[in-house]
């Protein structure tokens, strides 16, 4: 077995995206008429089977049901040690996240999130009250966004796993990630970059409290504890930007959008394959809080790289042409109180996919690596 695994393509050689381009040429040579379409950079389009509007390459698919609104449908699965570190003092926050993090996905195709299916592995030494935790951090959520659990499958698994399916309805016609054109800006609701912050304070209190010293032992010298705990809690309880998304939609002009899941770099990668434009990035106008910027300072770390390849802050960065923006900008202020920044710019696919650093730091354009996260890389 071992030595078969060894023979073959390494999962890092073609990274996850690759990997799931891959899964679905495999598929389509199984079954040519049965597979999902969609903008994946190397996967050729093929005719989706009846209904399929939209399949693999977006934050969720569309479907169009007979007689009805397009319907929305995302998958997202939490590992233990992968995307969490168990602990008992955070199920119910963990609960929360697992379903944020899908309605966040629907809120980026402009829908609305309806339908839950829950799957869950759980280790064979946990306890009813664990588990019974995790739900009602959920159903928290789910209340919250009118979100109603519809199903889901329970099995044994050495690590504590969550999956959930969630089906939504598009308001109007669902934005996806390729209608960006040449000159279109780019923008982003919030702040970027402090979940991967938060996660930074969660990594090194853990390992502090592993070499026996207390978690404010490790930061009290660093950050004050208001901002250790804002930026605890936009890694441990995200909040999708359901009502961001609908303000967009209602404003219309919104080309193409997606949520920033694995870090604004790949993602601004992805709004420029699926369009086959370039981009110019503005180091200087990426919206980073001032507790990021405070902790970067005091660790020795690079803000930009938090908010450019650390993922998960689930804010919603999209593209409009210039002409929306100020009444875009406006709106969503208005109806959400969310700030609404311009970041760059869609170019064309020649001029390549640019980051301009701000003049401080010598204003040069340099390529823009796709450094978000990615499970095997
Ligand atoms: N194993 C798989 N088989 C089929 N399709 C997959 C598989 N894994 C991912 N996909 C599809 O690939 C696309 C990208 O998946 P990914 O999980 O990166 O979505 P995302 O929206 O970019 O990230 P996130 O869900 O974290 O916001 C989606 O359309 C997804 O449905
Ligand atoms: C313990 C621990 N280590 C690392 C991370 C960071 N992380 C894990 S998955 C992911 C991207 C989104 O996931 P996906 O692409 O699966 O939706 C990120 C940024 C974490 N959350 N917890
Ligand atoms: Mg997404």
Redesign the pocket.
């Known amino acids: 077995m071992d030595e078969k695994r060894q023979a073959g393509t390494s999962l890092a050689s073609v990274g ?1 995206f690759g990997l799931i381009g891959r899964l679905a040429q495999a598929w389509q040579g199984a079954a040519p008429c049965g597979i999902a379409h969609g903008n994946l950079g190397g996967l050729s389009p093929v005719i989706p089977p009846e209904g399929l509007r939209l399949g693999i390459g977006d934050d969720a698919a569309v479907i169009d049901v007979p007689g009805g609104k397009p319907l929305l449908v995302t998958t ?3 590992v233990e ?5 168990w602990s008992p003092e955070r199920r119910r926050l963990l609960g929360r996240k697992a379903l944020a ?1 899908n309605i966040s996905d629907i809120a980026a195709m402009g829908g609305v999130p309806a339908w839950a299916f829950l799957s869950i592995g759980v280790p064979a030494g946990a306890n009813v009250e664990e588990v019974e935790e995790l739900y009602a951090g959920m159903g928290e959520m789910a209340a919250r966004f009118g979100v109603a659990l519809a199903g889901g499958d329970t099995v044994r698994s050495d690590k504590w796993v969550i999956n959930v399916t969630l089906l939504g309805l598009a308001t109007k016609a669902p934005i996806g990630r390729s209608g960006g054109r040449p000159g279109d800006l780019i923008l982003v609701t919030g702040t970027v970059g402090d ?2 912050a938060g ?1 930074h304070l ?2 090194s209190e853990e390992s502090m409290m592993a070499a026996g010293k207390g978690a404010s032992e490790s930061n009290e010298a660093h950050i004050s504890e208001a901002d250790r705990q804002a930026l605890l809690l936009r ?1 441990l309880d995200p909040t999708p930007r359901v009502a961001e998304a609908m303000a967009l939609v209602v404003h219309g002009g919104v080309t193409a959008m997606m949520d920033v ?3 604004v770099s790949s993602e601004v990668h992805h709004l420029c394959r699926n369009a086959g434009c370039g981009a110019r990035i503005d180091l200087a106008n990426l919206p980073i809080s001032p507790a990021a910027r405070r902790l970067a300072r005091r660790e020795g770390r690079e803000v930009f790289a938090w908010a450019l390849s ?3 802050d689930y804010e919603l960065i999209f593209t409009a042409p210039e002409e929306r923006v100020p009444g875009l900008i406006d709106h969503v202020r208005r109806e959400t109180g969310t700030d609404v920044t311009v970041i760059g710019r869609l170019t064309d696919g020649a001029a390549g996919i640019m980051a301009v650093y701000p003049a401080e730091k010598g204003g040069e354009a340099v390529p823009l690596a796709a450094k ?2 990615n ?1 095997f890389r």
Do not use: I, P, Q
């Open positions: 996850e997202d699965m939490l040690g992968v995307h969490f570190l993090v979940s991967a996660l969660l990594l890694h899941s694995d870090g650390g993922g998960e978000g996260y499970h």
